[in-house]
């Protein structure tokens, strides 16, 4: 740890970013869910939030939602804007993706292929018989091969911000406006300059942030720093190599910001398009790529009314 962030954070004597996590954390205890560690057979460890007092099962009658977070995040700060207004409908399973929050594996395995079989294993693991998947950026990467190996698991999928169809050129304009070289620059900031550029692109009209927030933010997501990058290095979605994208037989929502400058708008009507008919696009205005935290309450608003024939 740098000796800037040690004095910033001998400011206070305690983490403001910790500090809130536990606040977090409290509130979704109050809210009826409970922190989880699955071990998995694939010598994978998963941290996820399920329901405290109704046990999932076959029986259950209120459908399952499966938020997956984006890279930036895990389970906790990635979905805390929506859990009041989704547990009111839906059973939810948020779990922390591989190398995010508590979730690990011994496994060498580390393209966004595994992360969607964990998925589903746990999914299985908790006895669900089948969930429907919201996906953020990365993490719509994970819901999309998700609902594309598992059609008998996923019932229906939303993807927020996510950038499926991607090819190996789509960020060049992104890297070339901030004079980077590797998006992980953006994705993994590793000091104060590159994190402010990098919420500044993920939020539209990002407000000010004190500089010690700043620290304080990263002293919080240096945990894994390695092994997140090699997660980035493991996508498959518009790598060089990879092959032509399957679809999907799912009916899909996909929900992006107007000003989305991570994943430009026009990727969302070509996933659109990829899809086809059962896809249904839904732009939200004036927000930028971290659509959940920026434009929560319209968010849970598309969601909910995509999903009224489940309620």
């Not at 922390?96 to 594996?105: K, Y």
């Not at 590159?194 to 990002?206: E, M, V």
């Amino acid at each position: 740890m740098s000796s800037t962030r040690v004095k910033m954070r001998g400011l206070f004597g305690f983490s403001i970013v910790e500090f809130i996590r536990k606040r977090k954390r409290a509130q979704w205890i109050s809210l009826g869910l409970k922190s989880k560690q699955i071990q998995l057979s694939n010598d994978t460890s998963l941290h996820c939030w399920v329901l405290q007092n109704k046990p999932h099962s076959l029986e259950n009658q209120r459908p399952t939602l499966l938020l997956i977070h984006g890279f930036g995040a895990d389970g906790l700060n990635g979905w805390d804007t929506q859990i009041c207004a989704l547990g009111k409908h839906f059973d939810l399973l948020i779990p922390d993706l591989i190398f995010f929050g508590d979730s690990t594996t011994t496994s060498s395995e580390r393209t966004e292929l595994f992360q969607a079989e964990c998925m589903k294993n746990m999914v299985e693991y908790l006895g669900v018989e089948s969930v429907i998947v919201v996906g953020h950026s990365y993490g719509g990467f994970v819901a999309f091969w998700m609902a594309h190996k598992y059609p008998n698991v996923v019932r229906r999928l939303v993807i927020v911000s996510s950038a499926v169809c991607m090819t190996p050129s789509t960020n060049d304009s992104l890297l070339k406006e901030f004079e980077s070289s590797d998006i992980k620059d953006l994705l993994l900031p590793n000091n104060a300059r590159d994190l402010k550029i990098s919420l500044s692109i993920s939020f539209y009209k990002l407000p000010w942030i004190p500089a010690f927030i700043y620290e304080d933010l990263l002293q919080a997501t240096e945990r894994n720093r390695e092994l997140k990058t090699q997660l980035a290095d493991g996508i498959i979605i518009g790598s060089k190599n990879s092959q032509a994208l399957p679809t999907v037989s799912q009916d899909v929502l996909i929900v992006w910001g107007e000003k989305d400058r991570i994943f430009r708008l026009e990727e969302a009507y070509a996933l659109q398009r990829h899809i086809g008919e059962k896809a249904k696009l839904v732009v939200i205005k004036e927000c930028g790529h971290a659509l959940p935290l920026q434009k929560p309450t319209e968010l849970k608003q598309t969601i909910l009314k995509f999903l009224q024939l489940d309620n």
